[in-house]
C-alpha cells in the first residue's frame, strides 16, 4: 500500500474478524534525506525531533486503527447507529443499499477502533466515472464521443467516502471526543482510504457531498493529504415554522399563491395515502413509475444515479418506519410516489417516480409538494429536505441552499497536478443551468 502521513501499513486479523491495517511510525523523510549527506544518524533524528513538535492527545493517537470492512454488516449496528444519532440515513439505510445489490456500485465502509470501541465511520463506495461529468454540459458530446471511441481515456475507477444513495456524506465520531480526537479518527480514515486505494489500483479518490458546516474539519486534515476542492449541486431545505398549510402558502409570493391555488385545484380528484410497506405488486408499479421518471430526466451522472429496482423493497423493509412513500393515485391507479425518510425534526426526500403524461394533468409534482409541506407540519416536523434538482422552482416555493463539496486527489504526478489546478474550476454547481439562472440571488444558507 501507498504510505501516507510517514506510516508503513501491515495487514493483520484481530479477533472480531476484521481486515486490519495496523499503522507503525517509520522513518522520517527529511532524517534519511541528512543521513544520506553525511551525518550521523542520532544527530539527524535529534534534528527532526527539534522540527515536530508532539501532537496533542498523542496517547489517543497511537491507540486508534483504522479498518476497511467489505459490508456494513461487518460492523455492529448498535455501535454504528451511536456514531451517527438519530439520523435516519442509518446501518440500516446503507444495509438496505448493500441488499439492493446495484450493478455500477460497489458499497462497503471505513471504521476506526479504539481498542474495541468504534470510534470513527463513514460509508465507501467504488465506482467507474466519466470524466466529463465535472465539465461544462457544453463539452458534453465530445466527452460522449470520447467515451465512445476510446473508453480508457474517458473512465477511471474512482474510491470515495460517501454514497451515491445520500445526498450528504456524514462522518460518524464518538461523542465525548474532542475537535483534536476527531481531527486524528478523520486522518486515520483518509489514510485507510489511501492505502485501500493503493491495495486496489485506484488513482482517484473522493470525498463526496460534505456539508459546508464540516468544511472545517475537513479543510485542515484534507490539505495534508494534498486533496483539492470543488463545488458539489447544494441541498435545498425548506424551513417550516408554520402553523398550517395556508400559514405556509401565505409566506410566498403573491404570484406563486395564485398558480399553487390553480394547481391545487386540478388536483382535487387525486386521492393521497402514506404508507410504511407495500405489498409486491404495488412494489412493481413504484419501479415502474422510477423508470418512467430516470427516462424523462435532463441530465445523467450514470453510475452515481443508479438506483436499483430493489432498493424500494430493502429500504421500505428494513427502516423499521423511518422509511415511507406517499402515494397518489387517480381513480385507483397510481401516477406517482415520492419515498421519503423521516428523522427526528426532519424529513429526507429521496426519490420520486411520475406517470408523465399524467402528472403534468393533475399537476402531481405541486400536489406532492404541498402534500409533503402539510404532512410534516401535521407531525410537528421542521424542516423538509427536497434534493439537488429544479433549483429556480424550489426556491420560489421558500427553500433555501445548503452548500455541498467534493474533495479530490489523483495519485499521478502529471494528472494529479492537473486536477487539483483544474477541478475546482468546474464544479458541479457552476454548470447547473438553475443556480446559473439564480446567480447572485441563490438563496445559500450561512
Known sequence: MEQAQGFEAEESHDRFGYSAVDLTPRFAPQAM?????????????????????????????????????????????????????????????????????????????????????????????????RLDMSLPSALNGFGTFIDRVAPNLMRMPVLGFGSPMSETCVFGFASGLSFQEKKMVLKELVSGLLDYAKEIGVKLTAIKDVPESDRELMDEVLDQFRFARMGSLPVAKLDLPFQDLSDYLRSLGANMRKDLKRKINQSRDVK???????????????????????ANRSSSFEAFDEVPDAYFDHVLKNMKGLARVMLFRIDGRLIGFNLFLQEGNRVIGKFVGMHYELSRKYNIYFKNWLEMVSYCLENEIGELQTGQTTYAIKTKLGCRLKRSWIYFRHEGRVVGSLFKALGPKFGLDMDDPDLKKLGCAAPYVD
Open 33 to 129: 534525506d541528512l543521513i544520506g549527506e553525511g551525518w550521523e544518524e542520532d544527530t539527524a533524528f535529534e534534528a527532526v525531533e527539534e522540527e515536530v513538535a508532539p501532537e496533542p492527545c498523542s496517547s489517543f493517537a497511537t491507540r486508534i486503527r483504522v479498518r476497511h470492512v467489505e459490508t456494513i454488516t461487518d460492523v455492529d449496528c448498535d455501535a454504528w447507529n451511536q456514531l451517527f444519532p438519530d439520523m435516519a440515513e442509518n446501518w440500516d439505510y446503507f444495509r438496505s443499499c448493500e441488499d439492493s445489490k446495484p450493478e455500477l456500485l460497489k458499497l462497503s465502509a471505513m471504521v476506526v477502533f479504539d481498542g474495541t470501541n468504534l470510534v470513527g465511520a463513514v460509508p465507501v463506495f467504488i465506482v467507474d466515472y
Open 272 to 294: 393521497v395515502e402514506v404508507r410504511a410497506r407495500v405489498e409486491p405488486d404495488l412494489l412493481d408499479e413504484i419501479v415502474a413509475l422510477y423508470h418512467e421518471t430516470q
